[in-house]
């Protein structure tokens, strides 16, 4: 068999969903940026759009090494329109991000692959691997939570004469701090807008953390016991009432025997 004929290296359900996320996410970073957002708001998008660029050409790399035929990859299935979208723009030009819109190639292909058949697989193996994938998307979570509250609050405080949280990194620190449940009480809003998406921040950080540590307890637990289980024999199964009377029937036909012998011997001595 060639090497062409070979069928390309399939990603994991996981994968497939982190991308088709970070996907959506990326071309919601990107309608955001067109809107006439504060200064400091746009720096930090265009820090988040940096860091979804970064990944995107890893994971194209990655689909271009691991495919047989790597022509097969960029031209048929549309790889070239992945390295569009995922070539940062370096904040050269506002409108240049409009060149994420090469990224809905990316986002039907994955979405396609998440159809039909795929789609029963992906529910089986989701009911199969509960508990992996639970904390998966508890993180997710937390990431997108983080992402879009750091942006509301940067913009909310930013327009404030008295706001503490003046730059992309205050409020990236900020949303850490208080998804976490810390709380260090260094930057805190003092707007109405900054003070609604804090609220939202603790309410998710609550339940983000908690999801996180029952998963961490079960799978402690879980791992914990199993070998205990393991090294513990297996008890005996409980005899059942005809086996019991059978038992007892043979002893007593036992004791008439010797009962019998005992009088023998008793009438030969006379």
Known sequence: MTQESKSPRKHSNSYNIFILVLTVLSLAVMVVMLLPLSEPTLT????????????????????????????????????????????????????????????????????????????????????????????????????????????????????????????????????????????????YPVTTGGRITAMFIMVAGVGIIGALASILASLLVGGSSAPEEDQTPTAAPAPTVEEELAAIKNELAAMRQLMKKIAVEKDLKE
């Open 44 to 187: 930090l998008l265009s820090y988040y759009d940096f860091l979804i660029c970064i990944i995107f050409l890893i994971d194209f790399f990655y689909n271009l090494f691991t495919t047989p035929k790597k022509s097969d990859y960029f031209i048929r299935q549309r790889g070239w329109l992945d390295l569009l979208g995922s070539i940062p723009s370096f904040g050269i030009t506002q409108y240049g991000g409009l060149l994420r819109l090469a990224r809905l190639s990316r986002l039907a292909r994955i979405a396609k692959l998440m159809r039909g058949e795929n789609k029963k697989k992906l529910v089986k193996d989701v009911l199969e691997n509960r508990g992996q994938y639970a904390a998966f998307i508890t993180i997710l979570l937390a990431l997108i939570v983080i992402t879009v509250a750091s942006t509301l609050v940067l913009q909310f405080e930013s327009v404030s004469p008295d706001a503490k949280i003046l730059t992309g990194r205050d409020a990236f620190w900020y949303s850490m701090v208080t998804i976490t449940t810390v709380g260090y009480g260094d930057y």
